[in-house]
């Protein structure tokens, strides 16, 4: 069982940058791979971005590759998204997830064993 919580979300404007971060709790997350997902208003939830267990391969959506990385640090337990020249589409609510079998299975809502509760990002145009 891992427990997920996401931080870092807030408002800004188009072109600037935020981190977020995932703490996860549990002595099993290295075994792990972890992504990042996001809903907009009205619409179904979408990858973003997933990182390995050992690190060694990520996974971007296409909207976001060049803009976004994802990276973790095994031994705090924890996973971050680096967002960079933020766009107003990239307003969502972002989700941790994680995947008990390590490896990035599949880039749909399906690669999620555990999820967080979602931190707000807003950009503003």
């Known amino acids: 069982q891992v427990q997920l919580v996401e931080s870092g979300g807030g408002l800004v404007q188009a072109g600037d940058s935020l981190r977020l971060s995932c703490a996860a709790s549990g002595r099993t997350f290295s075994s792990y791979a972890m992504g990042w997902f996001r809903q907009a208003p009205g619409k179904e939830r979408e990858f973003v971005a997933a990182i390995t267990w050992s690190g060694d391969v990520r996974r971007y959506a296409d909207s976001v590759k060049g803009r976004f990385t994802i990276s973790r640090d095994n031994a705090n337990n924890k996973v971050y998204l680096q967002m960079n020249s933020l766009k107003s589409e990239d307003t969502a609510v972002y989700y941790c997830?994680?995947?008990?079998?390590?490896?990035?299975?599949?880039?749909?809502?399906?690669?999620?064993?555990?999820w967080g509760q979602g931190t707000q990002v807003t950009v503003s145009s």
């Open positions: 997830a994680a995947n008990a079998r390590g490896t990035i299975t599949t880039m749909t809502s399906r690669f999620a064993d555990f």
